[in-house]
């Protein structure tokens, strides 16, 4: 799916942040951490339409679901997160196939969201410690939900170890087994400059070849905040992986809740990766907004 848009017309554009602008204060200006922006599917879907027909009039081929922190353990104890993925879905879902489209720009992908855990897959002693099987049971359920409500694939984001993104990638695999449909999963991971996995410290490079087996759509890398310092592990990534090539970046390091890099700046900072094709896909994280993200389909457009 991602590799046959890509061969037909290039490098596509993702979308960006969702919880720095749902949960943006008019007072401050700042977004509430502590705040789960992924509850609004239920409370105020409206907000999340709206931003996601935002972001599609920007010029996003894929949108992702505001379902980010559905694996959060505190959210699992309350037992909505089923509820939630599947409005997350549906919610986009609705937005991609009621959206008007230029005769030349095919229907945009629903990519089904699913950020990192603070389960540990029973690796290490810790407080969070979860067997491997239940965890990717936990994972199943999720993919399931995201896809029967309308997801197009399954994005893990902001991945900090192998152990996790293989437990993921696992419960993809039985999904697709009960279904007799191979679901589409793409990776990306976080990392710092040097490239090693945010919280682990686990190396990028470790990390590709635990995950490359399991043959996900895509890999990249999301969350970075110095985009120059990514060139490097783009390189080599697009030297080690026959797939597709992701990269969302976040609008800067943020200073009290601010990020300093704005739509120009955050675009002239991605085109040169672009330019030298090490990423077939290009969008925003923290940070960033439709205004980013129009700026950013525009430039990649032109090139």
């Known amino acids: 799916m991602l590799r046959e848009r890509i061969a037909d017309r290039g490098i596509l554009i993702l979308d960006g942040a969702y919880g720095s602008i749902l949960l943006l204060s008019a007072k401050t200006g700042k977004c509430p951490v502590s705040t789960r922006v992924e509850s609004l ?33 505190e959210m699992l104890k309350e037992g909505l997160t089923d509820e939630i993925a599947a409005e997350a879905a549906k919610l986009a879902r609705q937005t991609v196939d009621s959206i ?30 979860i067997p491997i099987d239940e965890l990717e049971n936990i994972y199943s359920q999720q993919i399931r939900v995201l896809l029967s409500a309308g997801a197009d694939l399954i994005l893990f984001e902001t991945i900090t170890s192998s152990a996790i993104a293989v437990c993921g990638l696992r419960a993809a695999e039985k999904v697709s087994q009960e279904t007799g449909v191979a679901v589409p999963v793409w990776v990306s991971a976080a990392v710092d400059k ?37 060139k490097p592990i783009l390189e080599k990534l697009r030297n080690d992986f026959d797939g597709c090539v992701s990269f969302h970046p976040s609008a800067g390091l943020p200073v009290e809740g601010v990020y300093p890099l704005d739509p120009d700046a955050f675009t002239a900072a991605i085109i040169p990766i672009a330019e030298r094709e090490l990423a077939d896909i290009v969008g925003g994280c923290c940070g ?16």
């Open 100 to 129: 008007e489209l230029a005769e030349d720009r095919s229907r945009p992908l629903v990519a089904g969201s699913i950020g990192p855990t603070e389960f540990n897959p029973g690796l290490i002693s810790s407080q969070s410690t």
């Open 194 to 230: 040097g490239g090693a996995m945010i919280a682990t410290g686990e190396s990028f490079a470790d990390f590709c070849k635990a995950i490359i087996k399991f043959d996900p759509v895509a890999i990249g890398l999301n969350c970075v905040s110095d985009i120059k310092a990514a």
């Open 41 to 73: 599917c239920l409370s105020d879907p409206d907000r999340v339409l709206d931003l996601h027909t935002k972001y599609l009039e920007a010029g996003a081929d894929i949108i992702s679901t505001n379902s980010f922190n559905i694996l959060n353990p």
């Open 288 to 303: 960033t907004t439709p205004l980013h993200i129009q700026t950013l389909a525009a430039a990649v457009a032109a090139l």
